[in-house]
């Protein structure tokens, strides 16, 4: 069961944990073996550090790409990339980083569950399941589309949820959600650091994710594991989320700590996930253990943690069915959130199923994708270079930069809050009766806040 780190709490949402560099070296290799490319660690989740050689063969790069990008990569070693390298476009999936933010919605009967549950323990058993839900999603190792500043995604007609993300800040990279529906509010302000090593980066997402249960006016804390993408440019794409989820009830501080446990040799302990609901005075109450990316389950347990008797493990969620052979590991709830079913009636023109780069992609079209990607990058900064000679600042439409700065692990988070404007629109949209259908062909993806900023 869990271990002693488990109970202790610490990590962040996505953090990155103290260690990784042992955990990396137990099963991986530098890539002696490949001349220029000395000192490169490869990991094989499924091997040992024998097949390190091997595996650095493997992945989807070819030979001529993966040179040329080395080259101009290895000069930013230990530093944070996300807004110094373009990307290519073969390395990524038809979705943006704002639909990815919406996966989390997949599952949320579960915290409607947690809403209705009296049980306090329980009602984190099924919040903490909630959260844990989404990493069978996120184990896809295809990279989502950057967020154009002012870009938003919207979501309905999934379990009574109304969500919307926006992308409120270019640099740093920022984005705000909030979702709800009548049973819980869910909000987040999302921020990313990360640290490139060559041949893996890890990921710092300085976030802040609350939800707040509609029935008592419980409010949840959010802080995930860490998350290390390896064999970006060598081997096969892998990630891993090694470390503790923490879920605080902010209102009682009970609160539940699952540990993701690292993959090991020949993929030991992958996927598998430990811990326990604990009261306010840190006495362990259930326990919980599954893997995520099949099942979790709980069962009573008494002051040390072991099972009481008569009881029994007792299955809270399971994964869903996923599409076979899938090209980018999407599932079912992914499909749908990339199609116009989960679309409202009248689509705001800065949604990201409009990008042209994504809807090219999806397509297949990967000349056209990688060409709209380029011309939607420039414009932005055309975007840029006007508010700077007008002395402009964006504001986004639909979060409010707030005076709260929250300290994280890796540095202060500013708050952003739903305005309530969106509500307020969606409910004038939606009565409205000159509504038409959208057609992702005709209708130009427009988040930008100057007109003549394209002729730039």
């Known amino acids: ?155 309905v007609n999934h379990g009574g949820v109304t969500f919307i993300a926006e992308q409120v800040s270019h640099h740093p990279p920022m984005s705000a959600g909030h979702a709800e529906n009548e049973h819980f509010i869910y909000d987040v302000t999302s921020k990313l650091r990360t640290k490139f090593l060559g041949n893996s980066i ?25 998350t290390k993408v390896h064999n970006l440019i060598f081997g096969r794409t892998w990630i891993d989320s090694p470390g503790d989820m923490v879920m605080t009830n902010l209102t009682t501080g009970d609160k539940v700590v699952l540990y993701f446990q690292p993959c090991g040799w020949f993929g030991a302990g992958r996927y598998e996930v430990d811990g326990y609901v604990y009261d306010a005075a840190e006495q362990p109450k259930i326990l919980m253990t599954g893997k995520w990316n099949e099942s979790m389950s709980y069962q009573p347990c008494d002051s040390e943690g072991e099972p009481l008797p008569g009881t029994e493990l007792k299955e809270v969620w399971r994964v869903a069915d996923a599409p076979e052979d899938d090209k980018y590991q999407y599932t079912y709830f992914t499909h749908k959130l990339n199609s116009f079913d989960t679309a409202p009636k009248k689509l705001l023109p800065s949604d990201s199923r409009l990008r042209p780069d994504r809807y090219a992609l999806e397509k297949g079209d990967l000349s056209k994708a990688g060409s709209e990607k380029s011309r939607l990058e420039e414009r932005q900064r055309a975007e840029k270079r006007i508010r700077e000679a007008k002395d402009d600042m964006f504001t986004p439409k639909w979060f409010d930069l707030s005076d709260e700065v929250t300290p994280t692990p890796w540095g202060d988070l500013e708050v952003y809050r739903y305005n309530g404007k969106y509500s307020e629109l969606r409910a004038t949209l939606d009565n409205s009766e000159s509504l038409g259908e959208i057609n992702p062909e005709t209708t130009e993806f427009n988040p930008w806040q100057y007109e003549d900023s394209a002729a730039e």
């Open 1 to 155: 069961m869990a271990s002693d780190g488990s109970k202790q709490g610490g990590g962040f949402f996505a953090s990155i944990a103290a260690g990784w560099s042992t955990f990396g070296s137990a099963m991986s290799k530098s890539v002696n073996g490949l001349l220029g490319y000395e000192g490169l660690e490869v990991v094989n989740p499924e091997g040992s550090t024998e097949d390190a050689e091997d595996e650095a063969r493997r992945g989807r790069w070819k030979q001529e790409e993966r040179d040329n990008y080395w080259k101009m990569m290895q000069k930013y070693i230990g530093a944070d990339v996300q807004s110094l390298v373009t990307l290519p476009v073969f390395i990524s999936e038809p979705n943006s980083v704002l639909q990815r933010m919406a996966e989390l919605m997949e599952y949320s009967h579960l915290l409607d569950l947690a809403d209705e549950c009296e049980d306090p323990y329980m009602r984190l058993v099924y919040a903490s399941s909630w959260a844990l839900s989404i990493y069978f999603a996120y184990r896809r190792a295809w990279k989502p589309f950057n967020p154009v500043l002012g870009e938003t995604f919207e979501m």
């Open 202 to 226: 890890d990921v710092y997402p300085v976030g802040r994710t609350r939800v707040t249960l509609k029935r008592d006016g419980v409010v949840l804390d959010l802080v995930p594991p860490p």
